[in-house]
């Protein structure tokens, strides 16, 4: 007898929260979210992705002030020696990788895009120290093109309030992608973003201040 073959049913991401409301609220509550990290150029806010690693914002922007004064564009970076970076960068950790990251990142931006950062995403990701998440934020913030970049907030967030019950950052943003309204994606992220600095923190979220108090599945917490 001829085995039947069960299709596969696409499980649609969950829609027991409005995500609408919730952007209304965390608007309410955080409307002075934006990017933390300071840049004036796509390629300002790609090194201080690369930087941002496993770094506070703070400590970053901290470095990045001075640093972006010095190496004006993606050619000076190329050209910077590697020691010398290393000591401008070492107090945002891994400083070797992302000295390096930086260095041979943008001698392609250079040999490669014409010394000008490349707006698509396959082309981002394949730059030295960029992945997906980067890509997509530097898309969102700095060419102001609808993208959804999962940090470490929108990825635990996604999950906690419902909106995802993926763990993978893909999956995570393509759920997200779905059920937030296109307009909003970059300022989702960032209201996202303050609500977990602010609020629903990892370890103990203040739910008794939280906008979304009575709507919150809570998940996790």
Known sequence: MKKVKKKKVKR??????????WIRRLEAAHGDAKQA???????ELLVALILAAQCTDERV????????????????????????????????????NK???????????????????????EDLVSLPGVGRKTANIVIGNAFGR????????????????????????????????????KKNWVRFCHL??????????ARKPLCDSCPGADICPKIGV
């Open 12 to 21: 649609a991401p969950p829609k027991t929260v409005d995500v609408k409301e």
């Open 37 to 43: 990290l300071e840049f004036s150029s796509p390629l």
């Open 61 to 96: 922007n901290q470095v990045t002030r001075p640093l972006f004064k010095k190496y004006r564009d993606a050619e000076a970076f190329a050209n910077a020696a590697q020691e010398t970076l290393e000591e401008e960068v070492r107090s945002t950790g891994f400083y070797r």
């Open 99 to 121: 000295a390096k990251a930086i260095r041979t990142g943008c001698r392609e931006i250079v040999d490669r895009f014409g010394g000008s950062v490349p707006e698509g995403v």
């Open 146 to 181: 609808p993208a959804i970049g999962v940090d470490t907030h929108v990825k635990r967030l996604a999950r906690r309030l419902g909106f995802s019950e993926h763990t993978d950052p893909d999956r995570i943003e393509k759920d997200l992608c779905e059920i937030v309204p």
């Open 192 to 201: 996202l973003q303050f609500h977990g600095r602010r609020i629903c923190k």
